[in-house]
């Protein structure tokens, strides 16, 4: 009597009534004596699990797309601008670079570095077998410095870094010396001093790229000091690759170099499509898990509500026998719901960003290196993308209340006052 008397629609408050009269069915102390309860905690449950779900496959999908990112625009730079005249190999023609030329690109937004690059093919002889390798001469050593892991940085010209994987693949150590053959019109060779070793878990190109001076690529070619194979950029988020990739287009498109060579921009998805195909796929992946955890939450939710109704047929009935329609009793449920719904939600994330966070830190999952470029499950945190499933969950969730909130409209309170 107190619930239907005090908190009846009346003018322009029945908003606000219903949403009291739900409050006050939800936190209700004989709420929790319900005979409906442990099949509420499941649809709870449901909600939990489904939010859960989501967060950690958002956050799975974009660490491993970062980290693999990562790895690979550090054998390539996240933009390069090479020669307008160059193939698709190693042995690339040279452009002339001045600081002109890089203080522009630098300047430009979201720019982290810029720096050169030389190229050029070779093999790798060693008494039992022998390994075709591009050598890169570089001077930015900031990715590989995060990765060596025997070993030093290069300090001589006639220094180089290997990859753990080819020095296992060649029986080789730090401080061996190797023969390195450049074929060209003449087959030229250099004794090269291995300083150092690295480990990036991209085993194809780890079995590719041995590091050095670009002095020995300029030597070999018979450069002069201010030529090279191209220019590296890294930006500051993978984001910015589209609109920073325009940028160095615009910047260099209608330069023409001292020998009076043309520039030409590409960026890391033009290097390297097949990897980022492969992860593009791992998008659709994300989109058929959220879609599955919609329809276990959505199916809770229903349940949920259900239940709610059912268990409350003698107010309901009450309450239509006291004069209220159907639109205010079926809002006394669907906020009922919603608090079930924010709850579930509000755990969901708890719980989702503390196994996120709790992987980020100790790494505990470990994955096959070979396989997935990386050795444990990364781990990002998407705030924006997690803000945006909280409130596509929530939005759907009311859209999916309105169905079976229906059902009240077919109980009648002369049938409940009958049955009671």
């Keep these: 009597n107190e619930l239907s008397t005090k908190n009846m629609p009346k003018n322009n408050n029945q908003y606000i009534s219903a949403w009291k009269i739900a409050q006050r069915l939800y936190f209700s102390e004989e709420n929790d ?14 909600i939990i699990i489904g939010v859960l779900v989501m967060i950690v496959a958002i956050s799975v999908v974009v660490g491993f797309k970062n980290e693999v990112s990562q790895k690979v625009a550090g ?8 020669n307008f005249d160059n193939n698709s190999t190693y042995e690339l023609q040279p452009i002339c670079v001045n600081d002109s030329l890089l203080g522009a690109l630098q300047e430009i937004s979201h720019v982290t570095s810029v720096s050169t690059f030389a190229t050029k093919p ?41 990859s753990q994987e080819l020095a296992r693949i060649l029986s080789l150590k730090v401080g061996d010396d190797i023969l390195c053959y450049f074929i060209e019109d003449n087959l030229r060779v ?22 050095g001076s670009m002095d020995v690529v300029r030597q070999l070619n018979g450069w002069n000091d201010n030529q ?23 910047a ?5 170099d001292e020998e009076g060579n043309a520039l030409y921009t590409q960026n890391l998805q033009q290097l390297n499509p097949q990897i980022f195909g492969w992860l593009d796929l ?46 205010f009793i079926r809002r006394i449920f669907i906020y009922q719901a919603l608090m079930l719904i924010t709850k579930g939600i509000f755990w969901g994330n708890i719980i989702g960003i503390g196994l996120c966070a709790l992987q980020y830190f100790t790494q505990a999952i470990t994955l ?15 705030w924006l993308w997690w803000l945006l499933l909280n409130i596509g969950t929530l939005l759907l969730s009311w859209v999916i209340l309105i169905a079976p909130s229906a059902i009240i409209a077919q109980i009648s309170p002369a049938k409940v006052m009958h049955f009671e």
Aim: with cysteine; hydrophobic share 45%.
């Design 33 to 46: 004596r319900r005979s409906s309860r442990p099949a509420i905690r499941v649809a709870l449950g449901g």
């Design 75 to 82: 054998f390539g730079s996240h933009i390069q601008v090479v």
């Design 122 to 162: 070779g093999i790798i002889k060693t008494d039992s077998t022998f390994q075709g390798v591009v050598f890169k001469g570089t001077n930015y050593w900031n990715y590989f410095e995060q990765n060596i892991v025997v070993g030093t940085l290069p300090q001589k010209n006639n220094d180089v870094i290997v």
């Design 190 to 211: 250099r004794k090269l001093n291995i300083c150092g070793l690295y480990n990036t878990y991209m085993t194809e190109m780890d079995k590719l790229f041995i590091l």
């Design 228 to 250: 090279v194979s191209g220019i590296e950029v890294l930006v500051d988020d993978l984001r910015h690759i589209g609109i920073v990739s325009d940028e160095v287009y615009y």
């Design 252 to 256: 260099t498109a209608n330069r023409i």
């Design 282 to 327: 791992l998008d659709m992946n994300v989109i058929i898990v959220i879609i599955l955890m919609l329809c276990v939450s959505g199916f809770s939710i229903i349940t949920g509500l259900i239940i709610l109704v059912l268990d409350s047929v003698q107010l309901i009935g009450t309450l239509k026998a006291l004069g209220a329609d159907n639109s």
């Design 368 to 382: 096959d290196a070979a396989s997935y470029y990386v050795s444990y499950v990364p781990m990002a945190f998407p």
